[in-house]
């Protein structure tokens, strides 16, 4: 056996030191290496360099596990987004039409709504004109096959019926029905073809000089639609109007600038926008004006948003007509939107509105959190504003007059000329457990399903409404039925409840078989803020005739 020299151990410290520094050096060297193999060599604000493509492309190529790099160039877009303002988004490939339809005014499928009903795909209504109604598929149907791929009892989501029966139009697509009364399925194939979607709930005479048009969104076809309604309401005496723009959430700046010029005179500043990097531009109201002589009451609330405050706005500002309601959502962000070439698309804001006066009605909100912008909505709950009008306030910094010496505020949403707080009914309280938890509407959409035969003889709104009414027999099934599902109330608070609730379950039948022109007029008997917009405005049309 060899024996190691006795003077080794003196060397010992300065081996394991070289040894160490060797280390150092090669990590050192080796770490350079990698850097310089992974990102270019230029400098950070050199021509070509790109932070964070270099960065993914790192993670792609030496992260520990495997990685998807659309999922890390999503969530770095969302990331930078999220740093800006709460209205710039990010919309990925797969969800831009999704997205975007509503307010094309259109889209392309088999033209059917639809729920999902106990695991069952139920056609709410085929769409006049459709393919499906073409085809003959009717309101009630159940689509239990499409493709010959079952659907029914599956778990299906409404966001997975959507990607089955969209698709271009001219494709096409098998559904197997089941309709009541019919022993086997019943085959249909569709082609699809371009479906209009609606931005004009209703448009209908209140009473002999005052008319009512609900708008759902601005989009596309909004003012075509607006101005074929106003047409139809003038031609049955309308000399007055209710435009509702509750829960409105707006939509195009154009179309709301097209909705506003009717009721304008030429010259009328209807809105202005401005931004870092985009020019101040200007619309002002032509000479076309067909509702320039006609009182109009707006009805608003806080989720009246975007360009339905846009022309909430112009109206106010310009002293037209009569602001009803509660104070709007706040949205004065202008957003322009740019599709990538992957499908996607990215909506910025690139400027800001102001009505006018000169006010932007931009609500606040803090870069890092956006759910509290989202949630000021519930706080508007909570700190009673809501119920009266005293509890808002608003910064003297922002306040602005009207031509006529009405004084209005800016920096968050719109504050109605005439306040109207949310009815709070202590008298109602089993209508109102009801209707909240949405038992009278699911009670008259069975009730629709399992009578659609004998609901069919009503072909328009007049017919149904004079002939159809809950029976005292039904009311107390309904009664049953929510006992069933644990509300529980005494006979008294229950005969209370009983009108209210039979005029809610008349509408929502009203609207399964008629849609919204089936529901509003009906809906209005017992809607709080459209009954005191009516007396409003019979008040003004009174004392206009006197003059």
Do not use: W
């Not at 949405?438 to 069975?446: C, E, P």
């Amino acid at each position: 056996m060899n024996k190691t020299p006795k003077n080794y151990t003196r060397f010992l410290p300065l081996i394991f030191a070289l040894l160490l520094i060797s280390g150092i050096v090669l990590g050192f060297l080796l770490e350079r290496n990698m850097s310089s193999s992974a990102f270019p060599s230029v400098l950070p604000n050199a021509r070509g360099y790109h932070k964070v493509d270099d960065i993914i492309n790192f993670i792609d190529h030496n992260y520990v596990d495997s990685v998807k790099n659309n999922h890390l160039e999503t969530d770095a877009i969302k990331g930078m987004l999220n740093d800006l303002d709460p209205h710039s988004m990010y919309i990925p490939a797969d969800e831009y039409n999704e997205i975007n339809d509503p307010l094309l005014g259109s889209f392309e499928g088999i033209g059917v709504s639809f729920r999902i009903e106990k695991d069952t795909i139920m056609v709410v209504e085929a769409i006049p004109g459709g393919p499906s109604e073409k085809v003959g598929i009717m309101a009630g149907d159940r689509i239990v096959k499409v493709n010959d791929t079952l659907v029914a009892g599956v778990g299906i989501t409404n966001n997975q019926v959507i990607h089955k029966l969209k698709g271009p139009k001219g494709t096409k697509v098998k559904v197997s029905i089941f309709r009541r009364g019919v022993p086997k399925l019943i085959n249909f194939t569709i082609t699809r073809g371009i479906i209009p979607m609606y931005s004009l709930d209703i448009a209908y005479m209140v009473n002999k000089h005052l008319g009512y048009i609900k708008l759902n969104k601005f989009s596309a076809t909004t003012y075509e639609e607006f101005d074929k309604a106003v047409k139809k309401l003038q031609s049955e005496g309308m000399t007055d109007l209710i435009l509702d723009l509750r829960g409105n959430p707006g939509g195009y700046l154009n179309a709301a600038i097209n909705v506003a010029d009717e009721f304008l005179t030429k010259g009328k500043l209807i809105v202005y926008t401005k931004g870092l990097h985009r020019p101040k531009t200007y619309a002002f109201a032509t000479s076309k004006g067909r509702l320039k002589h006609t009182d109009v009451g707006v009805l608003i609330d806080e989720g009246t948003a975007s360009a339905a405050e846009i022309v909430t706005g112009a109206l106010q500002d310009n002293d037209r007509g009569v602001i009803i309601g509660r104070r709007s959502f706040g949205k004065g962000l202008v957003q322009e939107q740019v599709r990538m070439p992957d499908g996607s698309a990215l909506r910025l804001t690139v400027a800001r509105y102001y009505t006018p006066t000169g006010r932007c009605i931009q609500k606040p909100y803090k870069k890092d959190d956006f759910q509290q912008y989202y949630m000021e909505a519930y706080h508007r709950q909570t700190d009673g504003e809501l119920i009266s009008k005293d509890s808002i306030h608003f910064n003297d910094s922002l306040k602005y007059v009207t031509p006529k010496g009405k004084v209005v505020y800016g920096g968050g949403g719109i504050m109605p000329d005439i306040f109207i707080p949310i009815q709070i009914d202590t008298v109602h309280t089993y209508y109102n457990v009801l209707a909240n938890k949405g038992l009278i509407y699911q009670f008259a959409f069975d009730y629709t399903d399992a009578h659609r035969a004998q609901l069919r003889k009503y072909k328009n709104f007049e017919s149904f409404d004079k002939g159809f009414h809950m029976s005292n027999a039904e009311f107390e099934k309904l009664v049953a039925y929510a006992a069933e599902k644990g509300i529980h109330e005494s006979p008294a608070k229950v005969k209370i409840s009983q009108k209210k609730i039979s005029i809610l379950f008349k509408a929502y039948v009203g609207r399964n078989i008629l849609n919204e022109k089936g529901f509003y007029p009906i809906y209005h008997q017992i809607d709080h803020m459209f009954k005191r917009a009516v007396q409003i405005m019979d008040k003004r049309y009174e004392k206009s005739e006197k003059k």
